[in-house]
């Protein structure tokens, strides 16, 4: 498999948004698009040198950690880890997220933060997590209120996953708690004449400055809720929440782009950790995903290591206009289900209904428009995934 992830699914995603035509939401584009790094790991690499391959497979080879063990093994000395996807919609990311969650528990975390529903709806997730009986419809309207085509499996099997481990605990044990961190969208505040070519529109409906706010927001929300209580969680996300150390520039200015792993690194310092989630992407011809693979033995489909002391950690990339080390630009990596096709995750259309469109519109997560029907919605979201399977062949 050969291909830039972000690449892929930025075109889908602009497609999607030009075929519903609805007034705002190229840029809401971008929300599911904020965490991409742009490409396979060793696809940005400024002077790929085989000698480094070499030892970054002898490195993994030495001290080999699933990628389950490692990012379990970074609480050890880290309270916060952020785990960034780089590809939205890849189904392989969140059922290794789904499987990390008894171990988190195993290992005395008990919450992960989850950008994939809104602050808002916390009251919500809460009751979901922990009710005797799992309520999948409710599942999926929390992540359609997080973004109104949000109607992936997956996803949503993340919170059973959650339910299932409290389903499972003795009287008593503390539950298990998915935290919801982002900032919701609400698009009362558009301007009815504001049309889609309008790229401002997100952070408008957001209320202001869409990076700011969002990443402020978790921000917040880990803090009170994780961090004032002298507890830990894992936080996933996009990958470009997970950066601790390099700011990316903010559309193309020197204004630098805020993370919530390094607004909560000004707080904990090193005490915070942020990981990228990498797959087979690339293929062996790729440097990274060759060495990668190269240090696996034939019963191992993963691993996680640090990039500092790395072989490659002092190795530079390129981001946009920047050339950055590899160790500064993630604080470790994990590369997991690396001998499956990826896929994209399964989109369940039945859940984008008449009744949903009209409360999306009276509660702001869609704008009301009479363009905008069940019909179009999930006649666009189907074509979007449809094109994301095909480029991912």
Request: net charge positive.
């Amino acid at each position: 498999m050969r291909v830039a992830r972000s690449g892929i699914i930025r075109s889908c995603l602009l497609k999607f948004v030009n075929r519903l035509k609805i007034p705002g939401l190229v840029m809401a584009a971008s929300l599911t698009l904020a965490g991409q790094s742009g490409a396979p790991l060793g696809s940005l690499l400024l002077s790929p040198d085989p000698a480094r391959m070499n030892d970054l497979t002898a490195h993994l080879k030495s001290r080999h950690q699933s990628g389950e063990d490692y990012v379990i093994g970074l609480f050890k000395t880290h309270d916060v880890v952020f785990l960034g996807e780089g590809c939205h919609h890849c189904k392989a990311n969140e059922l290794f997220v789904q499987r990390l969650i008894p171990l988190l528990y195993k290992a005395g975390i008990r919450a992960m933060g989850y950008e994939m529903s809104c602050a808002d709806d916390q009251a919500a997730v809460d009751a979901l997590v922990n009710a005797p009986t799992y309520d999948e419809k409710a599942a999926f309207r929390i992540l359609q209120q997080w973004w109104f085509n949000w109607a992936y499996q997956e996803y949503a099997d993340v919170f059973r996953a959650a339910w299932q481990l409290n389903r499972s605990l003795p009287k008593g044990a503390p539950p298990f708690r998915i935290l919801a961190i982002d900032a919701k969208a609400d698009y009362h505040r558009l301007d009815p004449t504001m049309g889609p070519e309008n790229r401002e529109a997100r952070s408008i409906a957001i209320g202001g400055d869409i990076d700011k706010i969002r990443n402020t927001r978790m921000a917040e929300v880990l803090t009170r809720e994780v961090l004032n209580k002298g507890q830990k969680a894992l936080m996933f996300n996009g990958n470009g929440h997970a950066q601790r150390i390099y700011r990316r520039a903010k559309n193309n200015t020197s204004e630098r782009r805020t993370s919530v792993a390094y607004l909560i690194s000004q707080q904990i310092g090193e005490r915070a950790f942020g990981v990228s989630m990498e797959g087979p992407m690339g293929g062996t011809d790729d440097p990274v995903v060759g060495a990668v693979m190269a240090s696996l033995t034939p019963d191992q489909d993963s691993v996680g290591f640090s990039t500092r002391n790395s072989p490659i950690g002092t190795m530079k990339v390129k981001a946009a206009a920047d050339q950055v080390k590899i160790e500064d630009l993630y604080d470790g990596y994990v590369f997991h289900s690396m001998r499956m096709h990826w896929e994209p995750s399964t989109f369940r259309p039945e859940y984008i209904t008449d009744e949903w469109v009209k409360a999306a519109k009276r509660d702001g997560t869609l704008p009301d428009r009479p363009s905008i029907t069940a019909t179009t919605v999930k006649d666009a979201a189907v074509k979007l995934h449809n094109d994301l399977e095909q480029q991912l062949k």
